[in-house]
C-alpha cells in the first residue's frame, strides 16, 4: 500500500512539472542560448527574426538569417541568445512567458532586438507590457520595419552593453550612474 502511494505521489508531482507551452521544445527556436551559466553572460537578447514562421521549409533561411545577425558570437560574453519562431500575438506571448519564467533571474538584463514581421510582434507585445517588462529587467528595444541583413551593429552592441552596465549598477548600488561613469 505504501509503494502505491508513493507511485500516486510520485506521478502527481511530476505532473506539476510537465509544461505545456511549445517553447519547451528547441523546434521551437531558431536560437536558444540557455545551456550557457547566467552568471557568466550578464544580460540576454531576445531576437524575433523578420518573417513570420507559417511553413517548415522557411525554417533553414530563418536560421541562417538569425545567426548572421545574432548568432556567431556577436554578443559574446555580454548575452544569451533566444530567438524563438514566431507566427502571432500570441506566440510572442508564449515565448516570453516561457522566457521568463524559465531562464530569467529576477531583474536580469534583456533586450529586444526585432525585424519585419516577427519585430512588430514583438514591439506590439513591448507596447502593451512595457511597464511590467521594464520591472523584469527590459533595458532596451531595436526594432526594424524591413529585414535588411548587418541589422545587428558593433554600435548597437556598443550600446546594449552600455544599457546592461547601467542597469547593473542600478541593481547593485540602488541609483543610476553619474555621468562619465560608463564603461
Given at each position: 500500500?505504501?509503494?502505491?502511494?508513493?507511485?500516486?505521489?510520485?506521478?502527481?508531482?511530476?505532473?506539476?512539472?510537465?509544461?505545456?507551452?511549445?517553447?519547451?521544445?528547441?523546434?521551437?527556436?531558431?536560437?536558444?542560448?540557455?545551456?550557457?551559466?547566467?552568471?557568466?553572460?550578464?544580460?540576454?537578447?531576445?531576437?524575433?527574426?523578420?518573417?513570420?514562421?507559417?511553413?517548415?521549409?522557411?525554417?533553414?533561411?530563418?536560421?541562417?538569417?538569425?545567426?548572421?545577425?545574432?548568432?556567431?558570437?556577436?554578443?559574446?560574453?555580454?548575452?544569451?541568445?533566444?530567438?524563438?519562431?514566431?507566427?502571432?500575438?500570441?506566440?510572442?506571448?508564449?515565448?516570453?512567458?516561457?522566457?521568463?519564467?524559465?531562464c530569467h533571474?529576477?531583474?536580469?538584463?534583456?533586450v529586444f532586438?526585432?525585424?519585419g514581421a516577427?519585430?512588430?510582434?514583438?514591439?506590439?507585445?513591448?507596447?502593451?507590457?512595457?511597464?511590467?517588462?521594464?520591472?523584469?529587467?527590459?533595458?532596451?528595444?531595436?526594432?526594424?520595419?524591413?529585414?535588411?541583413?548587418?541589422?545587428?551593429?558593433?554600435?548597437?552592441?556598443?550600446?546594449?552593453?552600455?544599457?546592461?552596465?547601467?542597469?547593473?549598477?542600478?541593481?547593485?548600488?540602488?541609483?543610476?550612474?553619474?555621468?562619465?561613469?560608463?564603461?
Open positions: 500500500m505504501k509503494k502505491k502511494l508513493l507511485m500516486i505521489a510520485a506521478c502527481a508531482a511530476l505532473a506539476g512539472c510537465v509544461s505545456e507551452s511549445p517553447y519547451d521544445r528547441l523546434e521551437s527556436w531558431l536560437m536558444r542560448e540557455d545551456p550557457v551559466r547566467s552568471f557568466v553572460v550578464p544580460a540576454d537578447v531576445i531576437y524575433v527574426e523578420g518573417r513570420l514562421y507559417t511553413k517548415t521549409e522557411n525554417m533553414a533561411d530563418m536560421q541562417r538569417h538569425a545567426r548572421a545577425e545574432v548568432g556567431n558570437d556577436r554578443f559574446n560574453g555580454l548575452a544569451r541568445v533566444f530567438s524563438p519562431l514566431v507566427a502571432t500575438p500570441e506566440d510572442v506571448e508564449a515565448a516570453l512567458k516561457w522566457y521568463i519564467k524559465g533571474e529576477d531583474k536580469r538584463p534583456f532586438i526585432g525585424e516577427g519585430g512588430r510582434l514583438l514591439r506590439d507585445y513591448e507596447q502593451r507590457n512595457e511597464v511590467k517588462l521594464k520591472k523584469e529587467g527590459l533595458v532596451q528595444s531595436f526594432y526594424v520595419d524591413e529585414c535588411p541583413g548587418n541589422f545587428v551593429t558593433d554600435a548597437m552592441v556598443a550600446e546594449i552593453r552600455e544599457a546592461v552596465a547601467r542597469a547593473q549598477f542600478r541593481a547593485v548600488w540602488g541609483k543610476d550612474m553619474a555621468e562619465g561613469e560608463q564603461k
